[in-house]
């Protein structure tokens, strides 16, 4: 099982991007997908999450309102939009993805078993 992530790049702050995880070998339907991203030196940081069966979302407070989590039915995709972009949010940015995430652990990277390789995005300021 490999989970892909992609959409990433360089925008100027305000900017929006949308980030795609997608899996091969598996299907996300009993599963909750989720990103995260991470900075060289600092932890690995939630930002959202979707539980594909309920589509019950959950994100981080510092990208509440922004960024948008999602579903694509047709690409069996987990699609996270981007919106008003600043520079703090420069970082690689993992999708995610496991059969045992309840609410208690969907921001810990442990309840998580399926990583894919990483996105980079970058905002200009």
């Known amino acids: 099982v490999q989970l892909q992530a992609s959409g990433g790049g360089l925008v100027q702050a305000g900017g929006s991007l949308r980030l795609s995880c997608t899996a091969s070998?598996?299907?996300?339907?009993?599963?909750?997908v989720a990103w995260f991203r991470q900075v060289p030196g600092k932890e690995r940081q939630f930002v959202a999450s979707?539980?594909?069966?309920?589509?019950?979302?959950s994100y981080a407070d510092s990208v509440k309102g922004r960024f948008t989590i999602s579903r694509d039915n047709a690409k069996d995709a987990v699609t996270l939009q981007m919106n008003s972009l600043g520079p703090e949010d420069t970082a690689v940015y993992y999708c995610?993805?496991?059969?045992?995430?309840?609410?208690?652990?969907?921001?810990?990277?442990?309840?998580?078993?399926?990583w894919g390789q990483g996105t980079q995005v970058t905002v200009s300021s």
């Open positions: 979707l539980k594909w069966s309920s589509r019950h979302t």
């Open positions: 995610a993805a496991g059969p045992s995430v309840v609410q208690s652990n969907r921001a810990s990277e442990s309840a998580y078993y399926y």
């Open positions: 070998g598996r299907t996300f339907v009993r599963d909750t």
